[in-house]
């Protein structure tokens, strides 16, 4: 059965990971693998991030009766922006499909370690040294049969 299908523009997203390997911001172990990232990253292609799977992160994605469509990070989110555009509350429905298994796990770094990034610009003598701004070291690694595109996206995420 044909389905609509969300998809992530990923080439400027891949572009900004080439750019972090190239200027050293990322670093590929060995470095005999950049070149395989480098042929990914330079010849990827939109990537289609919904799965029609029982289980996993929903797609954060609400319509309303009339197709309308709201974006939201939660249902009280996507609540009041269909409010804002109805001009008052109507029933949404959350999009049935999951987030791709590879696109959710390159989420990890960020809902984990976003926190830690923003203290980066707060001044460090009036926190505790627990709180103070730290190198953010982050490992992507996988069995060698995981060593395809999904790793190689997740750095673009």
Not at 32 to 48: A, G, M, P, S
Not at 111 to 138: D, E, V, W, Y
Request: aromatic share 12%; charged share 15%; proline share 4%.
């Amino acid at each position: 059965m044909i389905s609509t299908q969300w998809f992530v523009k990923i080439e400027t997203l891949a572009a900004k990971a080439l750019a972090a390997v190239r200027d050293g911001q990322i670093r590929i172990v060995p470095e005999r693998f950049e070149k395989v990232y480098f042929n990914w990253l330079e010849n990827i292609q939109d990537w289609c991030i919904s799965r029609q799977l029982w289980w996993g992160h929903r797609i954060p994605v609400w319509y309303a009766p009339d197709g309308s469509v709201f974006c939201a990070h939660s249902a009280a989110a996507a609540m009041a922006q269909a409010e804002a555009h109805f001009g008052h509350a109507v029933t949404l429905e959350q999009d049935q499909d999951v987030l791709d298994t590879w696109f959710s796990s390159g989420l990890w770094p960020f809902s984990t370690l976003a926190g830690r990034m923003k203290l980066r610009t707060s001044s460090a003598s009036i926190q505790p040294a627990c709180l103070r701004p730290a190198t953010i070291f982050c490992f992507l690694g996988g069995a060698h049969d995981h060593a395809g595109l999904g790793v190689h996206r997740q750095s673009a995420v």
